[in-house]
Nanobody, 121 residues
Framework: QVQLVESGGDLAQPGGSLRLSCAAS????????MGWYRQAPGKQRELVAT???????NYADSVKGRFTISRDNAKNTVYLQMNSLKPEDTGVYYC???????????????WGQGTQVVVSS
């Protein structure tokens, strides 16, 4: 069993900052790509940023230069530093990870339960 637990969602003012964290635990042999997605009310879930185990990153155009994804492989944790927040960044932020199970030796995608980010004055 694998679990992803996000934290850090909150209410922030436009121009403010938040830092999201997501820790993976359970029957993990290794973790490949980790990432953040978000879903705004009435919209489909969209990619925010991803990071490979080697540290290569990818960002949605809408967050480039404002958000930074990072990870601590020793802690199986991924972070999302969000600066210069805009109202359109509002949504539920989900963590994802491509994980090799310790027992089955099969890679699968896992998702967290989501953390709410609201950007409003």
């Amino acid at each position: 069993q694998v679990q992803l637990v996000e934290s850090g969602g909150d209410l922030a003012q436009p121009g403010g900052s938040l830092r999201l964290s997501c820790a993976a635990s359970g029957s993990i042999f290794s973790i490949n790509t980790m990432g953040w997605y978000r879903q705004a009310p009435g919209k489909q879930r969209e990619l925010v940023a991803t990071i490979t185990s080697a540290g290569s990153t990818n960002y949605a155009d809408s967050v480039k230069g404002r958000f930074t994804i990072s990870r601590d492989n020793a802690k199986n944790t991924v972070y999302l530093q969000m600066n210069s927040l805009k109202p359109e960044d509002t949504g539920v932020y989900y963590c994802s990870a491509y994980i090799l199970s310790r027992w089955t030796k099969v890679f699968s995608y896992y998702w967290g339960q989501g953390t709410q980010v609201v950007v409003s004055s």
